[in-house]
């Protein structure tokens, strides 16, 4: 199918995608009558959705019905129950409630993770059950860099990364551990450990450097629902070119359901992938980032790749597409920033875009999500009144420019790319970036933008210079066969005093739940919940 750039001037006959969405907010949440900031909304079961937060030191869980009403809560005292233990992830599995923890015990020399199972429906933990126990000490020299990161003897600080699969059947932890001060290595070796849904080891594994290579740098993980781990990125034959990030070899090192590894090599000829991200379809395992053009006198973002993998890491399809002229120039015509030129003249989009999401879509397709993301701190000094010393007060802000969103067919096939013009600059990040919705026919992106914006075309740039207390919801809906969008205001924060934080959203059957408050300079208050039905 032919991949076609949608500027919003082409949207000439749109039905009401985004207008048929209905909103409802809560009022402030409360815990026996006492407000709880609310940081999660973990999941539902059905029937009830569940939610974490804290108040003061103190941990809460709590059920929620859809006209928001709490249910039942729990709180957790984490200086007594967890007592000197790390708590390194939260999640909703199989309608429970599951927390695990870390316990460095430094005289034995190891790092005990614990198991905690909250039943939601009587909402008491059951008793923790002890899966991993790992040994800071090692005997041979390591070179598997996980995420980039290689921490040295000197420098070490535990890191364990926990993942789930799609269907939440099997989970998985990922477990660093230093070399001891005679190894002649310096980075650290990683040891993946793989549980059922009731804590059963299935299989165990230190992490291999790909068997032509001396180092690996992973850059994208996925842990599938047979037990399967892949993790896609980059090999190197010299530490140094590991270092710079540059010339590396992009290869996927697959285990299988027994730990056995597998690895491919992916060959792409000139292109090099940057920013890949992982996701499941159907039986395939898919995958997208952008690229760019080795050896040109500057690395640019050219375009999106996107392959197709089964559940052995073999490449089944793979597509390229540059991202078309007029869709780099509308850009660049209203924020240079936003794209790069190289020395041979060829314009791509600026590094400062960031994926955001792979969502496999209802057909076997998927959605790319993008946009574009930087930030910069400000530091002032003020001289006290005695004149002989000074105070500083550093301010970060946070900018989202632009996002689009691109449709690949089931084939692999580039279909669409929808860009939304935006430029937002918040001192609280978490009121950034956008949530997402989908159903059979549509695709809903909502996201902060100003008031002023929102009432604009889509098409139209948007104004940097507005009042940042002017602030709005707008929800944008999509065909998912055309491309076509539409934008509209959907929560007038002057008047609700409500600002979504869309990094905190759940989709439960059919609808859209996102957390908010009243926000402040830095942070957000009086946490409310909105609802919206498509």
Same mark, same amino acid.
């Given at each position: 199918m032919k991949y076609l750039y949608l500027a919003c001037c082409m949207l000439l006959s749109l039905t009401n995608y985004a207008q048929k969405a209905k909103l409802v907010i809560s009022d402030e949440l409360e815990i026996d009558n006492k407000k709880f900031a609310i940081?999660?909304?973990?999941?539902?079961?059905?029937?009830?959705?569940?939610?974490?937060g804290y108040r003061g030191n103190k941990l809460w869980f709590a059920s929620m019905d859809k006209s928001f009403k709490i249910q039942k809560s729990i709180e957790v005292d984490k200086d007594k129950v967890i007592k000197d233990m790390e708590l390194i992830d939260i999640r909703m599995v199989k309608n429970n409630i599951v927390l695990i923890t870390e316990l460095e015990q430094k005289k034995e020399g190891k790092i005990t993770n614990y198991v905690w199972t909250l039943n939601t429906q009587t909402m008491t933990f059951d008793q923790p059950k002890i899966i991993l126990e790992v040994s800071q000490k090692v005997?041979?020299?390591?070179?598997?860099?996980?995420?980039?990161?290689?921490?040295? #003897?000197?420098?070490? *600080?535990?890191?364990? @990364? &926990?993942?789930?699969?799609?269907?939440?059947?099997k989970f998985a932890i990922l477990a660093s551990i230093p070399p001891n001060d005679k190894e002649e290595g310096k980075y650290n070796k990683?040891?993946?450990?793989?549980?059922?849904?009731?804590? #059963?080891?299935?299989? *165990?594994?230190?992490? @291999? &450097?790909?068997k032509s290579h001396e180092f690996f740098v992973s850059r994208e993980n996925a842990l599938g629902n047979d037990g399967s781990y892949h993790s896609i990125g980059l090999a190197y034959d010299d530490e140094k070119e590991m270092k710079k990030g540059k010339n590396g070899t992009n290869m996927i090192i697959t285990y299988d359901n027994k730990g056995n590894a597998h690895e491919t090599k992916l060959d792409f000829g000139d292109k090099a992938i940057v920013s890949p991200t992982f996701n499941w379809s159907d039986n395939f395992l898919i995958c997208a980032g952008f690229y760019y053009i080795k050896g040109s006198k500057k690395n640019i973002t050219e375009g999106i790749a996107y392959i197709q993998m089964d559940k052995q890491g073999k490449v089944i399809k793979e597509s390229f597409k540059e991202f078309p002229d007029d869709f780099i120039q509308s850009m660049r015509d209203a924020k240079k920033s936003s794209t790069e030129k190289n020395k041979d003249g060829e314009i791509g989009i600026s590094d400062n875009f960031k994926i955001r999401g792979l969502q496999a879509r209802p057909d076997g397709g998927a959605f790319l999500f993008a946009?574009?993301?930087?930030?910069?701190?400000?530091?002032?000094?003020?001289?006290?009144?005695?004149?002989?010393?000074?105070?500083?007060?550093?301010?970060?802000?946070?900018?989202?420019?632009?996002k689009f969103v691109c449709g690949i067919s089931p084939n692999g096939d580039f279909e669409w790319l929808t860009d939304i013009p935006t430029n937002m600059t918040f001192t609280n990040r978490e009121i950034g970036t956008i949530a997402t919705f989908?159903?059979?026919?549509?695709?809903?992106?909502?996201?902060?933008?100003?008031?002023?914006?929102?009432?604009?075309?889509?098409?139209?740039?948007?104004?940097?210079?507005?009042?940042?207390?002017?602030?709005?919801?707008?929800?944008?809906?999509?065909?998912?066969k055309t491309g076509k969008a539409e934008r509209r205001e959907l929560i007038d924060s002057k008047d609700e005093e409500f600002v979504i934080m869309p990094k905190v959203y759940a989709n439960l059957n059919g609808e859209m739940y996102i957390l908010g408050g009243k926000i402040g300079v830095f942070t957000v208050k009086e946490f409310k919940i909105a609802k919206i039905s498509f």
């Amino acid at each position: 199918m032919k991949y076609l750039y949608l500027a919003c001037c082409m949207l000439l006959s749109l039905t009401n995608y985004a207008q048929k969405a209905k909103l409802v907010i809560s009022d402030e949440l409360e815990i026996d009558n006492k407000k709880f900031a609310i940081n999660d909304i973990l999941g539902s079961d059905g029937k009830l959705i569940y939610l974490k937060g804290y108040r003061g030191n103190k941990l809460w869980f709590a059920s929620m019905d859809k006209s928001f009403k709490i249910q039942k809560s729990i709180e957790v005292d984490k200086d007594k129950v967890i007592k000197d233990m790390e708590l390194i992830d939260i999640r909703m599995v199989k309608n429970n409630i599951v927390l695990i923890t870390e316990l460095e015990q430094k005289k034995e020399g190891k790092i005990t993770n614990y198991v905690w199972t909250l039943n939601t429906q009587t909402m008491t933990f059951d008793q923790p059950k002890i899966i991993l126990e790992v040994s800071q000490k090692v005997i041979k020299r390591p070179k598997f860099s996980f995420m980039g990161i290689g921490l040295t #003897n000197g420098n070490f *600080s535990d890191q364990r @990364e &926990v993942f789930y699969s799609a269907d939440t059947s099997k989970f998985a932890i990922l477990a660093s551990i230093p070399p001891n001060d005679k190894e002649e290595g310096k980075y650290n070796k990683f040891l993946m450990n793989v549980f059922d849904i009731n804590q #059963n080891k299935l299989w *165990s594994s230190e992490l @291999e &450097v790909p068997k032509s290579h001396e180092f690996f740098v992973s850059r994208e993980n996925a842990l599938g629902n047979d037990g399967s781990y892949h993790s896609i990125g980059l090999a190197y034959d010299d530490e140094k070119e590991m270092k710079k990030g540059k010339n590396g070899t992009n290869m996927i090192i697959t285990y299988d359901n027994k730990g056995n590894a597998h690895e491919t090599k992916l060959d792409f000829g000139d292109k090099a992938i940057v920013s890949p991200t992982f996701n499941w379809s159907d039986n395939f395992l898919i995958c997208a980032g952008f690229y760019y053009i080795k050896g040109s006198k500057k690395n640019i973002t050219e375009g999106i790749a996107y392959i197709q993998m089964d559940k052995q890491g073999k490449v089944i399809k793979e597509s390229f597409k540059e991202f078309p002229d007029d869709f780099i120039q509308s850009m660049r015509d209203a924020k240079k920033s936003s794209t790069e030129k190289n020395k041979d003249g060829e314009i791509g989009i600026s590094d400062n875009f960031k994926i955001r999401g792979l969502q496999a879509r209802p057909d076997g397709g998927a959605f790319l999500f993008a946009e574009e993301y930087s930030s910069y701190t400000v530091t002032t000094y003020t001289t006290n009144s005695s004149g002989r010393g000074t105070t500083s007060t550093s301010t970060t802000y946070y900018v989202f420019g632009d996002k689009f969103v691109c449709g690949i067919s089931p084939n692999g096939d580039f279909e669409w790319l929808t860009d939304i013009p935006t430029n937002m600059t918040f001192t609280n990040r978490e009121i950034g970036t956008i949530a997402t919705f989908s159903n059979q026919s549509n695709l809903y992106m909502i996201y902060l933008d100003n008031e002023i914006n929102l009432k604009k075309k889509l098409n139209e740039r948007p104004n940097s210079k507005v009042k940042y207390k002017r602030l709005s919801a707008g929800i944008v809906g999509i065909d998912i066969k055309t491309g076509k969008a539409e934008r509209r205001e959907l929560i007038d924060s002057k008047d609700e005093e409500f600002v979504i934080m869309p990094k905190v959203y759940a989709n439960l059957n059919g609808e859209m739940y996102i957390l908010g408050g009243k926000i402040g300079v830095f942070t957000v208050k009086e946490f409310k919940i909105a609802k919206i039905s498509f």
